[in-house]
């Protein structure tokens, strides 16, 4: 089994910070490209950040320059930094990976999903 873990949601106060961490955990062969999703109720979830095995990064226009997407693959993990935060960010963000499992096919997985709220 094959599971992501994230944590670092919450409230903040416009123009804020907050850094997400996701962590894969399981039967782990080889993590490929990592992501970060955002979703508000009643619109598509969006491709907010996301960062290849070798370190490429890509971003919503939304979200560039003020947040960062990074990973550590010794420890199967990708962080989301989050600055200057706007209302507008306000979602539930789910992270998402491309993972082979040992002895396994690459299969897409998700992460339960945190909530960020941007409020003052």
């Known amino acids: 089994q094959v599971q992501l873990v994230e944590s670092g949601g919450g409230l903040v106060q416009p123009g804020g910070s907050l850094r997400l961490s996701c962590a894969a955990v399981g039967s782990i062969f080889s993590i490929y490209n990592m992501n970060w999703y955002r979703q508000v109720p009643g619109k598509q979830r969006e491709l907010v950040a996301a960062i290849t095995s070798d370190g490429s990064t890509n971003y919503a226009d939304s979200v560039k320059g003020r947040f960062t997407i990074s990973r550590d693959n010794a420890k199967n993990t990708v962080f989301l930094q989050m600055n200057s935060l706007k209302p507008d960010d306000t979602a539930v963000y789910y992270c998402?990976?491309?993972?082979?499992?040992?002895?396994?096919?690459?299969?897409?997985?998700w992460g339960q999903g945190t909530q960020v709220t941007v409020s003052s």
């Open positions: 998402n990976a491309d993972i082979r499992r040992i002895l396994s096919a690459t299969r897409n997985y």
